[in-house]
């Protein structure tokens, strides 16, 4: 059977599990389901009540990146573990040895090579869910709901695909392309009303997060995407009564100025530009639009510098783990890549900004299309590398964490550490 994530000379689940067991079994299970993706089989499709579980969505603005199946529709938005634990992952073809998701004895279970690896659930689906805004949108079309956050995305299109620049790991306009979203623009009055009626729902989300695709134009590059941010955290915040409120944005990394603007102008309480890979040949090489506009230097001064302005533990930055491994130009081992990408994150930490990594998933509408994401243990490594990093220099990642976002694996250890 062809595969593109089980290599044979690689420690398996349950051998990583043995090796670490400093790290919870459920997270490593986290971090290799989302290696592997999931196919659902019609026997749990069958019994996903639309009422109670939150279904792969309507998203006018953003959607879900291109699953590694996009034949796959109206499945679950993602799966949560019994100790809370969540996990975001897609549907994916049998023949890449995805984990399956099947119903037995009463229990939605995940298995492998049809052995039941443990017992799993799905997202609730939220209260908000189905219900419209004054001008008629569906609320759960332009505010995606995570368990305990708010997930927005005013707008779909990244600028840097203009010229081709896109970074080669990421689907996002090519998916959008197909699926025809691509002018649709959030209004401030309907982000408004939809948060409004989110937080009715008590004890469910305790963060806002916001992003979309990078936007290069303005008087001096990004002020058009900072306008569009304030434009929206400023209707968002009408909701609260507090100077501040419990929010997060991933913009570009952006200038003082532009910092400072977002900053004093809303309620925005945390910082996030993510510099993908760690590395500045691999950074050239996987994000050149980020690379033309901003340059990895440059990109990681703007960084530190957001510190000075949202304050130390307030700041942070995504990579995409494994992708500096990717072929031909990545580091040649999984020992170099680790080694340097630790280096260069604590670099970051050590001034104040926190690093989190989502694990690569080489999509199919994406330029590393036919690429392999890293072994389960090189993840665990990672996690641990960064996490170690982190209580080293005493950061904080309370606004990212596995409650919030729940899309980091490293951030999953404040439970414990
Ligand atoms: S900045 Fe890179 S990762 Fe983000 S949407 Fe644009 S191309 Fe994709």
Known sequence: MPTVN??????????????????????????????????????????????VYQLIGSNVFFASLGARDPKTKSVPESLILRDGTIIITDPTPLDQNPYIVDYRDGKFVLLDRNEIVEEVDFWEKPDYYGKLTSSGTPMDSIVFARPQRLNITPTSYCYFWKNGNGCKYCDLVPHLKEDGVIKKKLTPQDAYETVREAIKQKGRFTNICMTMGSDFNGETPFDSEVDYYIEILQAIG???????????????????????????????????????????????????????WVGYREWKRRLVAAVDIFGRGNVNSGIVGGVELAKPRGFKTEEDGLKHTLEEAEDLMSKGVSIVYIVWVPRPMSFFRNQKNASLEYYVKLTIGLNDLREKYKLRIDFDDYRRCGNHPNSDLLRIF
Do not use: H, M
Request: hydrophobic content about 30%; some cysteine; aromatic content about 10%.
């Open 6 to 51: 089980v290599r044979d000379e690689e420690l398996k689940f349950e051998d990583v599990v043995e090796k670490y067991p400093q790290i919870p079994r459920l997270l490593i299970l986290k971090i290799d389901v989302q290696r592997r993706g999931v196919y659902y089989t019609q026997n749990v499709l069958d019994k996903i009540d639309p009422d």
């Open 238 to 292: 009408e909701n609260f009564k507090g100077r501040r409120f419990p929010s997060q944005v991933i913009t570009t990394a952006l200038n003082e100025k532009q910092l400072r603007r977002l900053y004093d102008e809303t309620g925005l309480s945390s910082y996030t530009s993510d510099i993908e890979v760690l590395n500045e040949e691999l950074f050239k090489w996987i994000c050149p639009g980020k690379e033309e």
